[in-house]
């Protein structure tokens, strides 16, 4: 549709308007009783599609460095994947990239955008990393907490309920010092 392609480098306001004028004409071919049934079939799903997105379709020409579809973020995170498969020599992506995803995925787009030296390595905001760290190694924990239940499920049940019973015995210990 050329209104969305915006070649005219209009503002969003105007792409906008001129997308509900094709609109408000679809409605009106419509609506004419004369209208061949397979057109107005056309016109009513892309009527109800394009409802569906509502102001989503415009906020691309708000932001001018976002992408007006998102083939190249598909084309983005497909490249991703293979690379990590060719990498893994697995057929399917690694379980590591689940884990450490956001970081894994951050540093491979990045690295294509520029190359990094040395004194790029250390963090810029030292909080934000080590928050990162900690939500990555508590994905990890939890992981594993799955992998030692689906490896043995009674063994697992007994240490939790174990140190459940510790944890109470702990805090009847502390209210009789009280």
């Known amino acids: 549709m050329?209104?969305?392609n915006n070649d005219e480098q209009v503002s969003a306001e105007e792409v906008r308007r001129r997308?509900?004028?094709?609109l408000c004409e679809m409605e009106t071919v419509n609506a004419d009783p004369g209208t061949d049934p397979l057109l107005k079939a056309w016109y009513t799903t892309f009527l109800k599609v394009t409802?569906?997105?509502?102001?989503?379709?415009?906020?691309?020409?708000?932001?001018?460095n976002l992408p007006h579809t998102n083939n190249d973020l598909e084309h983005l995170f497909g490249s991703l994947r293979y690379h990590e498969r060719r990498?893994?020599?697995?057929?399917?992506?690694?379980?590591?990239?689940?884990l450490r995803g956001q970081a894994r995925v951050l540093a491979s787009v990045s690295t294509r955008l520029r190359t990094y030296q040395a004194?790029?390595?250390p963090p810029g905001n030292l909080a934000r990393w080590r928050s990162l760290r900690k939500?990555?190694?508590?994905?990890?924990?939890?992981?594993?907490?799955?992998?030692r239940f689906r490896q043995n499920p009674q063994g697992y049940l007994l240490a939790l309920e174990?140190?459940?019973?510790?944890?109470?015995?702990?805090?009847?210990?502390?209210g009789r010092s009280s």
Do not use: M, W
């Not at 409802?51 to 001018?64: I, Q």
């Not at 939500?135 to 799955?146: G, I, M, P, S, Y």
């Not at 174990?162 to 502390?174: G, I, L, M, N, S």
């Open 51 to 64: 409802a569906n997105y509502g102001e989503a379709l415009f906020r691309c020409y708000d932001h001018p």
């Open 119 to 121: 004194a790029d390595l």
């Open 162 to 174: 174990d140190r459940c019973e510790q944890v109470t015995r702990h805090k009847a210990a502390e």
């Open 2 to 4: 050329q209104i969305l």
């Open 19 to 22: 997308y509900a004028q094709i």
């Open 135 to 147: 939500a990555l190694d508590d994905r990890q924990e939890t992981r594993r907490q799955q992998r």
């Open 87 to 98: 990498a893994s020599g697995r057929k399917q992506v690694a379980p590591t990239l689940l």
